[in-house]
């Protein structure tokens, strides 16, 4: 890590089962965060989600058990427990560690499934500007868990959450005080994403 950056591994939610139980989708995030947090010691991991379901157990508490089962120690691990969905995700995570950073930037290793990745790359970058943070995004996608026929479902429903994502990101990010300029254009991600779904269009 350069003198000049802070590192830190974030990886996403997802609604958990009753009970807290979480999905097969949610253990392999959080397996790929901790390969990640292990190939740079130094970074501070931060599992983001609340209790949206009201299961009565957060997402971050969820995936902080199986971070530790998978050989993250405890003091590297800062939980985020107020997120309910990804532009919060990337809004309080932000908050938490804004304070550590002083002038350095901010080297974010985003962890989450493929199909949401492109969606969410965008928000944290969209988010990082409106707060002001220098942020530097490297993104480590996991697989996708679950049959064909559900990711192609996904695939369509996360176009249709991106096309309408500048609105609600900019009702977020003013609800808390924050103006948004310009917004980086959606096309990347977008594209991004049609590719992903003729790719498995073509898969039988």
Known sequence: MSASEFSVVVVLGKGLGPGGVPSDLLRERCILAARAAKEIPEAVVIPTGGDPAGV??????????????????????QLEEKAFNTTSNAFFAFRLIRGLLGSKRMRLMLVTTSDHMPRSAWIFRVVAKAM????????????????????????????????????????FLKSHGLDCERMEDLGPAMKELQEMLLKRAGSY
């Open 56 to 77: 009565g157990v957060t997402e971050a508490a969820a995936m902080e058990m199986i971070l530790r089962e998978n050989g993250v120690d405890k003091d590297r691990i």
């Open 132 to 171: 002001g943070i220098d942020l530097v995004l490297e993104q480590h996608p996991s697989s996708w868990v679950g049959s064909l026929l559900q990711e192609k479902g996904n695939l369509a429903a996360e176009l249709r959450r991106l096309r309408g994502s500048p609105k609600k990101v900019e009702r």
